[in-house]
């Protein structure tokens, strides 16, 4: 089977969640014996070019073709996924699998060509605080709906998205939950030299540096603990440099919150590895990777209550109730009393499953009407 993927950054790359998965699902369907190719764009890396890796026509046995891309804020989604659809819909696929709702405004293209299209959401985007009352917010809602109207297959990431769509649109989805591969921790050698990092000497969160992530709520939280304990946030800009900046001038100059910028390889697995707990208090989700990471490595986690974390960790961490910033305080003074010790690692599902259950699902698709 021929696929197309469409709607990601770039592969290989770890600017967001978006692009681990696409690259591992795409790697394990080359696996199976089928030809896979990844849309990229064009331009830097969303959180500098500092962070720019040289261009390849080919990773992991996956065909990488670079679609045209204005480099702007807003500009680069839009316009990498009408190329990429264009591209696809007139290339020599079977499948094209779209993914993220923004995207799916260009559904309809390879879905005039004859093509299988297969939708994923990775989340609810218009929600996002970067986009709320904005033409951005529009743009997505609508590609959202334009996804429902043409792709022939939804998948969804939590039980919450498709309740969603089932009840806005009647629209049945298909519930096939992100996952992480195996790892082996790692001793702090670069985090011991580069931030005076100790194994449990630091309380992390690791993720994209976007508002609905929640760090406003950790840095305040943080400040109201008496600890010696550092804080590290590790993460890059998605077109948010404002918020890092407001993050810093909240930190106020305590010098126990570590900021890191962008990290990836062997810092990231150091990171991981050495945490003393791990903290994600987002607003808003699709199903969070950097969870399933963390787990994977054996940390005690504390998310806020939202389904699409508590769905990941169930009984296996620790909730505070979203956006409270008192109840964090709270929660992270005595998780060492609720958590001993470090855990099992509990993302109960990995990408070779997953894979193969997303490899299933395009290779028996029901072509409809």
């Known amino acids: 089977?021929?696929?197309?993927?469409?709607?990601?950054?770039?592969?290989?790359?770890?600017?967001?969640?978006?692009?681990?998965?696409?690259?591992?699902?795409?790697?394990?369907?080359?696996?199976?014996?089928?030809?896979?190719?990844?849309?990229?764009?064009?331009?830097?890396?969303?959180?500098?070019?500092?962070?720019?890796?040289?261009?390849?026509?080919?990773?992991?046995?996956?065909?990488?073709?670079?679609?045209?891309?204005?480099?702007?804020?807003?500009?680069?989604?839009v316009t990498s996924s009408f190329f990429g659809c264009l591209a696809a819909a007139f290339g020599p696929y079977d499948v094209v699998h779209i993914h993220a709702e923004g995207p799916a405004m260009f559904s309809w293209l390879p879905r005039l060509t004859g093509k299988q299209v297969v939708l994923t959401v990775?989340?609810?985007?218009?929600?996002?605080?970067?986009?709320?009352?904005?033409?951005?917010?529009?743009?997505?809602?609508?590609?959202?709906?334009?996804?429902v109207r043409f792709a022939h297959e939804i998948i969804v990431l939590n039980h919450s998205t498709q309740k969603y769509f089932q009840d806005t649109y009647g629209r049945a989805t298909r519930y096939i939950p992100n996952g992480v591969n195996p790892v082996a921790p790692a001793a702090p050698d670069i985090i011991r030299e580069r931030y005076g990092l100790e194994k449990d000497s630091y309380i992390l969160y690791l993720g994209r540096m976007v508002p609905e992530k929640g760090c406003h709520y950790l840095v305040d939280a943080f400040k109201k603990l008496h600890t010696d304990k550092k804080l590290v946030i590790a993460g890059g800009s998605s077109d948010t440099h404002w918020y890092i900046d407001q993050l810093k001038e909240q930190a106020g100059g305590d010098d126990r919150i570590i900021f890191t910028g962008f990290v990836d390889g062997a810092l990231r697995e150091e990171l991981y590895s050495n945490a003393y707990l791990f903290v994600l208090p987002s607003d808003l989700e699709g199903m969070p990777l950097c969870l399933l990471e963390a787990m994977s490595y054996g940390n005690c986690v504390i998310t806020s209550d939202i389904e699409e974390c508590y769905n990941v960790i169930h009984d296996n961490g620790i909730v505070f109730r979203k956006g409270d910033v008192n109840d964090l305080a709270q929660k992270l003074t005595y998780a060492p009393v609720s958590l001993p010790g470090r855990l099992f690692p509990h993302a109960s599902v990995s990408f070779p499953q997953i894979s193969f259950a997303v490899f299933l699902f395009t290779l028996f698709m029901v072509t409809p009407c």
Request: proline share 2%; aromatic share 8%; hydrophobic share 35%.
């Open 1 to 77: 089977m021929r696929i197309a993927m469409v709607g990601h950054k770039r592969v290989p790359s770890r600017e967001g969640g978006i692009e681990v998965v696409v690259e591992e699902l795409a790697a394990r369907m080359v696996m199976h014996g089928h030809s896979v190719t990844c849309y990229n764009r064009t331009g830097h890396h969303v959180s500098g070019k500092e962070y720019d890796i040289e261009h390849l026509d080919k990773y992991r046995g996956i065909r990488l073709k670079r679609v045209p891309t204005i480099d702007r804020k807003g500009l680069a989604a």
């Open 122 to 147: 990775h989340g609810l985007d218009w929600a996002r605080d970067k986009w709320k009352g904005s033409f951005g917010s529009w743009y997505i809602h609508t590609g959202e709906k334009t996804g």
